[in-house]
Every structure is written in C-alpha cells, then in structure tokens.
C-alpha cells in the first residue's frame, strides 16, 4: 500500500489508506487517505463502500495491511465507518475481547492476519467460559474490521459466484464438494478466472491469499480445497479438466526407495532385522525388539544408504552392509546428517552412529581394529549426557507450578461427563466421555498413550472382588516398552467414571463384539495417531494448557515430589521406570521448589518460637 504523496503531510505520520482493487486489471480506487493520529476528523466509509472493499480482490495483490498498525487502528476505523450502531458497538466489543483474552492492549497487537491466526490458536474460548458460537463470531467480526484497513481474504460466503462458476455449483452433487470447493469458486470469481482459465497458478495464488487470511487453520483448508478438487474431477460434468498439484508433505526427504540399491543390500537388511526379531532363539544378540523399533531401524537403515548417495556414492557400490558400516563410509554418511543440524552433535546423528556399530559388532562381525575406530566416531557425534528433564518440557510443566492449573486438569474429566450428560446422549456426548474416561486413566494411571490406546476390555480390565468398584488396569509384560508389568488399582471415582461410559457411552461408538475400550474404524482399537490429538485439543480447549500424552507422565511424578519431596521410589514403581537411577535422572530437581517451600515453613516454625534466653 503506496503512502499518500500529499505535500501537505509530514513524513513522519503514520498514515491509513484505504483502496478498493477494481476489475480484472488490478485498477484501485482511493477511498481515503488520513492520519492515524491526526488531528483532523477522520472520513466517512459508507457502508456500499466497505461492503465493495471487503470483496473485491485484485488478480495478485500483496497483503495491503501496514506493519505499523494495531487494533486500536481497526478500533477507530470502526468509528470512521457508517456502521449501523449495534454492528459498530459488537465489531468494536470483538477487538476489545481480543485484546483482553491474549491481555494485550489493542495497540501492541500489530495488524498482520497471519501473526494474529497464530495468536488466536492460542486462546481456549471454554476456558474463559465463551462458548464456540460466540467464539465464532468474535473472529467474524473481527476479520469483517480488519477488512476495513486493507484486502484480507473473507469467508466461504462473501464473494458472489461469476454466473459460469454459478452453474458449477449447482451441478455439485454433494454438501461435502460444496464446502470444499467454496471458497476457490468464490476466489475464481472475484479474480474473473473462468473455468476454462484455470491453471497451476491459479491455485498458487489461491493458497497465498488463504494464507494470508485469518483462517485458524489455514493449511487445512487448502487440503480440503485440494481433496474436494479432485474429486469434483470424476464426478461433475464440466469441471475444469486440471489436477490441483499435491505438494510434498516433507520438503527435506531424501530417502530413496529400496530398489535404488543392489538386491543383496536389501536381503542382508532383511537379514539383519530378522537377527533384530529374533527369528532364531539360539543366535547371539540382543534381546528381541518390537515391530515399532524394527521399522524404525530399516527405515534408519534406508536413510543412511540415501545419504551417501547424496554425497556421491554410487547406489551399485553398496552390496550389503559390511559395506556401510566401514569406518570411512559411516564418516561420509554421518557428515551429510552433520551438515543438515549445523555440524553439531545430536541424539539424531548418535542414534544413527550407534546402529552402524551394532551393525559392525553383531551382524557383519567386523575386526577389532573396526570396531574401535567406529567406537570412536560414536564418541565424537554423541552430545554430552544430560542429567534431568529437557527444558522443552520443564516450560510444559511450570504451568503446573499454579494450583488452579492443577485443578483444572484434575477436575476435567468429572466436568466433561457433566458437559456430556447435560446434551442428548448421541455420538457427540459418548466422544466427549470416552475423551474424559482417557484423560482420567492418564491421570490415575500414567501410562504410555500406546498402551492406553490399546486397552481391551475382557483382556486389561479385571474385577478380583466380586465387587464392581474394584477394577484393575493390568499390562503384561510384552506389552510395556521396558517389559514391566504393571498394575493399576482404579480408584472409585475413576470406576465409577468407567462404568458410565461402558454402560451408557461406548455402545454408541463400538460395533457389536467390539472389547476396544476405545473403539475406532470397524470396532478395532482406536490408533494412538487419533486419541492422542483428541486428548491433547480437549484439555486446551477447556483449561488452556498444552498437554499432550507423554506430560502426564512427568505431571505425576511432579505432583508426587512436589507433594513428598525425594519419593523417587514410587515415583519409580507408578512410572513403572526399571531402576531408580533413570527416575532420579530423569526428574532429578522437580521438586526443589516444593523442598524450598517445605524449608520455608520450618523456618517460619522455628521464628514463632521463643528466642533463647
């Protein structure tokens, strides 16, 4: 957006320009121009004007919006425009409501829609008791008052259909296609790009003016866009005969298929990964891994082949693994890894170091002298051991240092079943439940998310007693990452939650013969990729604390040692850690600021008694 050239302003006034973009040539048309924090009075925006400013877009233009202006900006462009008075009075009540939820006075809040998007992921609207109607209109009303500062890409509904794009839509036989395909029609539409004209850029074009919009997931619609698209191809007469691109899911992929390399590479892999199974009970080697660590090795495996083909090796030169694990081709191939994290040490490049030596010593039998130049490389690529818990999840805990946060995760499952049980009992208010039941399980019982996701009915759930409130959640140990058993006692209150959920909840969800405590697709186990994520958005949703499934684990241990300072054992025996020393690791300083306030009160004791004569 060009700042005025009147010779009656002074250079240093920030300044709001408002431009209509006309037609298919890009052509503007100044509405106003007036400054900020002038003192002349503002202008008059009819309300044919903004309705014109706030759905017409030129072919390609820029985000017009100025990095220097705020939401007290839109506050008093709000003002500026001949607004009815109730829409005037609810716009202004959405800027300010902004403001107050991220605690923000309107002018620290620069207008940049995709600054804000992000701001707005970050507000739980049940955690300040807004309800998701209100919510919505809250981001409608203020997208509608950024759009009276600069173009910003509206909703599904605001463009007019060309007539063209018009008789497509009336051809589309579903709703799903219709919401899908919305807001590219409508996009097509103001842009005058006709069925026939669309190309690759089109959508290009589309996909920056979405992602510059207020959308709250912006990516997401482009993937529905994508997906209605396509199938719109097969099945609407008519339809613009040209694929939406698919863009790569990961930009930086560089694994190359296996049938790149020799045929005896890949059967000397097989071959090891059978000796990783332990299809042999009577070889030498570890104990056997899971399915989930041996697809992770042959993909580690694979990955490392491709990096040496991206630093020249020829795939034919590699015929088996001997091949790899030579101490100068592991260096080769670690340094592409090196070159990718900025030459510094990681778990990553260590974890691949470490493999290759296994490799060496169990399955390709090297000589001494290999394994100790290999030995060596581990040494150099490995970071220096660290002693307690990553600071990426100290910061996810320290909110947790506020007992009203405690609270609120500790009460959440009781006030999700009461959500649940004041709607009709549907499909809806069973997810909500089965959602509260697991968050209850993680809270009482701090397992992994896989087994939690995993848990069967007739199989993990045992009643000793003849009583129904007794239940025990049990895990065998092929079933435990660290093969530990465990067993979980139920509390009352969680049985109790359980049992309104099987009785009343699950039958809506789970297909007859179904024993998945949380049943999924065709009655199997929900997949852990679902639960998880549904877990994590609900707790947000209602307190505003990021919690995903592996924090309940170290929430336990540092509500435990914040409540017993240095009870490490039971922490040990609810984690179900194999030794002391990696609970005393792992959360060794949890509990300082529950030993300092614990030192604090037998000061505060000692100073209420009487000094010695």
Not at 186 to 208: H, K, L, M, Y
Not at 457 to 483: A, C, Y
Not at 553 to 574: F, N
Request: hydrophobic residues 40%.
């Amino acid at each position: 957006m060009a700042p005025h050239d009147s010779p009656s302003l002074q250079p240093d006034q920030p300044i709001i320009r408002f431009v209509i973009t006309l037609g298919n040539e890009g052509q503007e048309l100044a509405i106003a121009s007036y400054h900020e924090f002038a003192h002349e009075s503002p202008p008059v925006i009819t309300r044919n004007q903004m309705a014109l400013h706030c759905t017409s877009r030129g072919p390609s233009r820029p985000n017009a919006m100025q990095e220097s202006l705020s939401l007290a900006s839109v506050l008093r462009a709000i003002t500026a425009a001949d607004l009815p008075p109730a829409r005037a009075r609810d716009m202004a009540s959405a800027v300010r409501s902004i403001a107050r939820l991220l605690d923000r006075v309107p002018e620290a809040l620069p207008v940049e829609p995709r600054m804000l998007a992000r701001l707005l992921d970050n507000i739980a609207p049940a955690a300040h008791s807004i309800t998701p109607q209100r919510w919505a209109n809250i981001r409608s009303l203020l997208r509608a008052g950024l759009a009276l500062l600069g173009p910003i890409a509206p909703g599904r509904h605001l463009n007019a259909l060309s007539p063209t794009w018009q008789m497509l839509w009336d051809s589309l036989p579903s709703r799903f296609l219709k919401i899908g395909l919305s807001r590219v029609m409508r996009f097509c539409s103001a842009q005058e790009i006709a069925p026939g004209d669309v190309d690759v850029g089109t959508f290009e074009q589309f996909a920056a003016d979405v992602r510059r919009s207020l959308l709250k997931d912006p990516e997401g619609a482009l993937r529905s866009a994508r997906c209605a698209w396509g199938c719109a191809l097969g099945e609407v007469p008519g339809w613009p005969a040209i694929k939406w691109p698919q863009p790569s899911r990961r930009k930086d992929h560089f694994c190359l298929p296996w049938t790149t390399f020799p045929e005896s590479l890949q059967q000397d892999a097989a071959a090891w990964i059978a000796q990783l199974r332990g299809d042999d009970l009577l070889t030498e080697g570890h104990r056997p891994l899971r399915p989930e660590s041996l697809k992770n090795r042959h993909q580690r495996l694979r990955a490392f082949a491709s990096a040496l083909v991206h630093r020249g090796r020829a795939p034919a030169t590699l015929r088996s693994l001997a091949d790899l694990v030579d101490p100068d081709t592991a260096k080769e191939g670690l340094r592409f890894y090196l070159e990718r994290v900025g030459n510094k040490a990681g778990p990553g490049v260590a974890k691949m170091a470490n493999i290759l030596l296994s490799i060496a010593r169990h399955h390709v039998k090297a000589p001494p002298a290999q394994i100790i130049d290999l030995k060596v490389i581990v040494t150099r690529v490995t970071p220096p051991r660290r002693h307690g818990m990553v600071e990426r999840n100290r910061q996810r805990l320290r909110p947790f240092d506020d007992t009203a946060n405690q609270q609120a995760l500790l009460h959440l499952p009781q006030r999700l079943l009461a959500q649940a049980d004041a709607k009709p009992c549907g499909e809806r208010s069973a997810l909500l439940v089965q959602t509260a039941l697991a968050i209850e399980l993680f809270l009482v019982a701090p397992m992994r998310i896989k087994n939690l996701a995993e848990i069967d009915i007739e199989q993990h759930l045992t009643r000793p007693g003849r009583s129904r409130q007794v239940v025990v959640l049990s895990f065998m140990r092929d079933e435990v990452k660290n093969s530990q058993i465990l067993d979980f006692p139920l509390p009352v209150s969680t049985v109790a939650l359980l049992e309104r959920y099987l009785t009343v909840y699950r039958p809506l969800l789970a297909t007859p013969g179904s024993t998945a405590l949380f049943p999924g697709t065709g009655g199997r186990a929900k997949g852990r990729s679902v639960l998880g994520p549904r877990i994590s958005n609900t707790i947000f949703q209602h307190t505003g604390l990021r919690v995903h499934p592996h924090l309940f684990r170290h929430i336990a241990a540092k509500l435990q040692l914040e409540a017993e300072p240095g009870s490490y054992e039971l922490v040990r025996r609810v984690l179900g850690h194999t030794s002391i020393e990696t609970t005393t690791r792992a959360y060794a300083g949890t509990e300082t600021a529950a030993a300092v306030r614990h030192y604090d009160r037998t000061i505060e004791r000692l100073r209420r008694r009487e000094a010695p004569e």
